[in-house]
Nanobody
Framework: QVQLVESGGGLVQAGGSLRLSCAVSGRTFRDYVMGWFRRAPGKERERVATTWTDGSANYGDSVKGRFTISRDNAKNTVYLQMNSLKPEDTAVYYC????????????WGQGTQVTVSS
């Protein structure tokens, strides 16, 4: 069974930074495509960033240039470095994992709250 545990959320002022971590246990981490998503109150879930097994990445338009996703296969961990945070980044952030051949994410973490004050 694959388990994902996020950490690193909290309260930060606008313009500040946070780094989220997602530790993955279970099957081979390096074989998974990893994603970060978020859900703000009253809004649909939004994809934030994705990193593939080769380390390549892409980002949602709202976070491009401010957020960076990375993975450490030796530590079975994926990170989300968030800089220049805005109040509209306030949300519960989730990490998720899927195989490269899957169309959807199979495994999800419990989420971590990020609150950005103005």
């Amino acid at each position: 069974q694959v388990q994902l545990v996020e950490s690193g959320g909290g309260l930060v002022q606008a313009g500040g930074s946070l780094r989220l971590s997602c530790a993955v246990s279970g099957r081979t981490f390096r074989d998974y495509v990893m994603g970060w998503f978020r859900r703000a109150p009253g809004k649909e879930r939004e994809r934030v960033a994705t990193t593939w097994t080769d380390g390549s990445a892409n980002y949602g338009d709202s976070v491009k240039g401010r957020f960076t996703i990375s993975r450490d296969n030796a530590k079975n961990t994926v990170y989300l470095q968030m800089n220049s945070l805005k109040p509209e980044d306030t949300a519960v952030y989730y990490c998720a994992a899927r195989s490269e051949t899957s169309s959807g994410y199979s495994y999800w973490g419990q989420g971590t709250q990020v609150t950005v004050s103005s």
